[in-house]
T-cell receptor, first 111, second 115 residues
Framework: EDQVTQSPEALRLQEGESSSLNCSYT??????LFWYRQDPGKGPEFLFT???AGEEKEKERLKATLTKKESFLHITAPKPEDSATYLC????????????FGKGTRLSVIA | NAGVTQTPKFRVLKTGQSMTLLCAQD?????MYWYRQDPGMGLRLIHY???????AKGEVPDGYNVSRLKKQNFLLGLESAAPSQTSVYFC??????????????FGEGSWLTVV
């Protein structure tokens, strides 16, 4: 059974204090790992897709990396507007199976 | 530039009542999904569709039915609502082949309370 575990559940940072969010996964044949941002009262918004171990993607203050067992979302010098819930999801490499999501990490960045 | 639109956005039901959530997408996507999101549980897949006229069960299908009569619409029905179905429901759609970049586009959510 595919599983996605995100840690920590919640993270509180001071503005400018860099940190990382973790997403560990078990899936039989990874087709892709996805990061989404979700603001309160909104649907998830796409951030990154990673396909193979060693791959990295960057967007502004965010950088996602992937290994064979986990992915990290690094946040460099965060700002209050980075406060959101960050969701990780995986897709299996067989057929067109839907994404399996983790429970998310709720990030709060304090000015 | 609508993307994925869900209606209604908010609804309060009494136990035993029925209702239908409508999802419409204007991106000509083949695949559509219904997820529910509960505190501490993340997004869980209810049902999905890989094309017009098809449906399939997801992780938590009990108590729900779906229909995909038109490619652009995916309906989620609750025949006899229960308090356990109080949740936020998200519809999503994607291209047939997920190759790169953005994959799944989500709607804004529908807040359902069953009393």
């Amino acid at each position: 059974e595919d599983q996605v575990t995100q840690s920590p559940e919640a993270l509180r940072l001071q503005e400018g204090e860099s940190s990382s969010l973790n997403c560990s996964y078990t899936v039989s044949g990874l087709r892709g790992l996805f990061w989404y941002r979700q603001d309160p009262g909104k649907g998830p918004e796409f951030l990154f897709t990673l396909y193979s171990a060693g791959e990295e993607k960057e967007k502004e203050r965010l950088k996602a990396t992937l290994t064979k067992k986990e992915s990290f979302l690094h946040i460099t010098a965060p700002k209050p507007e980075d406060s959101a819930t960050y969701l990780c999801a995986v897709m299996r490499n067989s057929g067109n199976t839907p994404l399996v999501f983790g429970k998310g990490t709720r990030l709060s960045v304090i000015a | 530039n609508a993307g994925v639109t869900q209606t209604p956005k908010f609804r309060v039901l009494k136990t035993g009542q029925s209702m239908t959530l409508l999802c419409a997408q204007d991106m000509n996507h083949e695949y559509m999904y219904w997820y529910r999101q509960d505190p501490g549980m993340g997004l869980r897949l209810i049902h999905y569709s890989v094309g017009e006229g098809t449906t399939a069960k997801g992780e938590v299908p009990d108590g729900y039915n779906v229909s995909r009569l038109k490619k652009q619409n995916f309906l989620l029905g609750l025949e006899s609502a229960a308090p356990s179905q109080t949740s936020v429901y998200f519809c999503a759609s994607s291209r047939q082949r997920i190759i790169s970049g953005n994959t799944i586009y989500f709607g804004e959510g529908s807040w359902l309370t069953v009393v």
